[in-house]
């Protein structure tokens, strides 16, 4: 029997707005399954009025998948996985402030990341989220055959070096810059959805450094434009967030971006990371860089 799940779409490419449930409790498998239902579909889900602490955003990402250890960004010290995601009014530099999609830099991304709201700036700070399904299918049916055929090399090196924009210092926040150990890793252009068969593009202006066996000069007019293609405002949704509120999205389709337009005020945010289950990563088709051109 599926859950009777209240479910609003908020636009045309992705996103929906579910109510009807309470994440803080111990929710039946069939809610579970409705929630994971409505998140494949929709791309990215949003709940309002939740009551989350720490432990109980932790019981309720398990039920989708294992926890992701960030391995740059320090988690709380009780709860290793929640990663807590904080602007002082003084910071000038926001977590999250350029389109990505969360850690395609390992060999093993992330499958969905769950943001919890704690407390939210008088204005601004809304997080914008686009999809990778709605624009590989809007690209010409020649462009999408030969990304077809290409992989991308993925790093945090960039992103995470001392110049990086994740790396920068944050009051509240203790991240580490990679160092030369970091890794490149190797997936497909174009993902095929595991669950829908959907596909979307898989590259990100934040960890994607190139297109395997070419050159990065080479890669670059490519990548720049699926960078710019990939945001269109056709694709995109945006969320305003209020404090006790929840967004769950599939970082197989989709990039987000947090706006930094609040300074002088703060946002306090808690993040949980899912991870593919052993099977989900067999399926994927990712896998590690051998070589680099």
């Known amino acids: 029997m599926t859950h009777p799940l209240k479910i609003r779409r908020l636009a045309g490419a992705l996103g929906a707005e579910v109510s009807g449930v309470d994440l803080s409790r111990d929710l039946p498998d069939a809610t579970v399954a409705a929630i994971r239902q409505a998140f494949v579909e929709h791309q990215v889900i949003f709940f309002r009025d939740q009551a ?10 398990a039920r989708f998948g294992p926890l992701n250890i960030h391995p740059y960004v320090s988690g709380m010290a009780d709860h290793p996985a929640v990663m807590e995601v904080i602007k ?8 999250g402030g350029g389109w990505h999609s969360d850690m395609s830099f390992l060999e093993r991304p992330a499958i969905g990341s769950i943001l919890y709201a704690v407390e939210t700036p008088e204005f601004g700070g809304d997080t914008l989220f686009a999809s990778q399904a709605a624009a590989f299918e809007a690209l010409s049916p020649g462009l999408r055959r030969t990304l077809e055929g290409l992989n991308a090399v993925h790093s945090a090196a960039r992103e995470y070096s001392a110049q ?3 790396a920068q210092k944050r009051k509240s926040m203790a991240i580490a810059e ?3 150990l970091v890794g490149e890793y190797v997936h497909p252009m174009v993902l095929v959805h595991p669950e829908t068969g959907r596909k ?3 590259v990100n202006p934040a960890f994607t450094l190139k297109i395997e066996g070419w050159k990065t000069s080479e890669s670059k007019p490519l990548l720049d434009y699926l960078f710019a293609h990939c945001r269109y405002e056709g694709f995109t949704c945006r969320f305003t967030w209020a404090p006790g509120s929840v967004a769950f999205w599939d970082n197989r389709s989709v990039w987000h971006f947090a706006l930094n337009d609040y300074h002088g005020h703060r946002r306090h945010m808690r993040r949980v990371t899912v991870d593919p289950w052993p099977v989900e990563a067999a399926n994927s088709g990712l896998r590690r860089a051998t070589q680099t051109a």
Do not use: K, V
Not at 52 to 61: D, E, I, K, N
Not at 88 to 95: A, G, L
């Open 52 to 61: 989350l602490t720490p432990a109980r955003q932790t019981a309720l990402g």
């Open 88 to 95: 002082e009014p003084e910071d000038r530099t926001n977590f």
């Open 164 to 166: 990086g924009h994740s």
């Open 178 to 180: 990679a160092d030369g």
């Open 200 to 202: 979307a593009l898989y």
